[in-house]
């Protein structure tokens, strides 16, 4: 009686592991694509993280030229996920649905300066208001992808989107239309969207973006670069944090994902293996400030 039973359970074949993908693109230090530090940004350690965690899934990289390809293929699903998307509370992801789903937070981040050549940093103010910039026709601002709810609404609010569309989850071709209807927005969004932007400002092609401090430091960190870049405060977003998320294809398969990925969550977000993903998000002498921040976090769980 034994022997057919071992022999089933030996020669069935075993139910396959579902395939999770994982996008990434050039995003410094987010994803890190290229150079000496390929593979070591807080996005791509982010990503390595929760793969160790995962092992019930077959885990496969796959590298887009640019941001908007790769949320247009986690609109395509079945099953893509990303490590960095800003986050929403759910009560707000409405306008979401079809796009993608999001996870609990991940990571706290401050939001972005208006970043300048330094040659031009005397037609700035000590702070300055993103909005008031955008009525400035002869300021050219260098657009490169959504920046998160605030600056999404005030540049959402100057194009004419309307209120019930989500700036970030527009299809790139139709946001970009909105966007060049604007002679005063200069769009660049291809591949190495990041370092190419701060490159046109460091060539003075534009007259000011929207970045990341940690994203200029690391920029004008490489070798053979100068520090031409200057940061301003931005009104809008002052004393301001966001938070980021992992989100997955908005489907059954990816609704899955996200309850493993908040169950890892949950469980590992205070260690210090888990902070020690996200050393490349802290500004410069802001350790205890970002850790403050950080903490508000570990209590929410979707």
């Not at 200029?216 to 405060?233: H, K, T, W």
């Amino acid at each position: 009686m034994l022997a057919p039973i071992l022999a089933t359970l030996l020669f069935t074949p075993q139910s396959r592991a579902e395939t999770l993908v994982w996008g990434t693109t050039s995003f410094p230090p987010g994803y890190i694509t290229e150079g000496p530090d390929k593979g070591k940004g807080y996005a791509d350690l982010l990503e390595q993280f929760m793969r160790e965690k995962l092992p019930q899934y077959e885990h496969k990289i796959v590298e887009s030229p640019n941001w908007e390809r790769q949320l247009r293929m986690m609109r395509q699903g079945p099953l893509v996920c990303t490590s960095i998307l800003f986050y929403r509370p759910p009560e707000d992801r409405a306008a979401l649905k079809g796009s993608y789903i999001l996870s609990a937070p991940n990571s706290v981040f401050f939001l972005h300066d208006v970043v300048v050549h330094k040659d031009n940093r005397h037609q700035f103010g000590e702070e300055v208001s993103f909005a008031k910039l955008l009525q400035n026709q002869d300021l050219t601002f260098g657009y490169n992808r959504p920046y998160g709810v605030v600056y999404d609404q005030i540049l959402a609010d100057y194009i004419g989107i309307p209120d019930d569309v989500a700036f970030d989850a527009l299809e790139s071709v139709t946001r970009n239309t909105y966007l060049t209807s604007r002679k005063n927005i200069f769009v660049r969004n291809g591949a190495n969207m990041i370092d190419g932007m701060l490159e046109m400002l460091r060539r003075k092609r534009v007259d000011y973006i929207l970045e990341y401090e940690v994203m200029s430091r690391y920029y004008q960190q490489q070798e053979g670069r100068a520090n031409d870049l200057v940061a301003i405060p931005v009104t809008e977003v002052k004393g301001k944090v966001n938070l980021t998320a992992f989100a997955c294809s908005d489907t059954p398969e990816g609704e899955k994902a996200i309850a493993d990925i908040n169950s890892v969550l949950k469980k590992y977000r205070e260690t210090d293996a888990f902070k020690k993903t996200l050393s490349l998000l802290i500004p410069s002498g802001r350790d205890d400030l970002y850790w403050r921040e950080y903490e508000k976090i570990l209590n929410i769980y979707e």
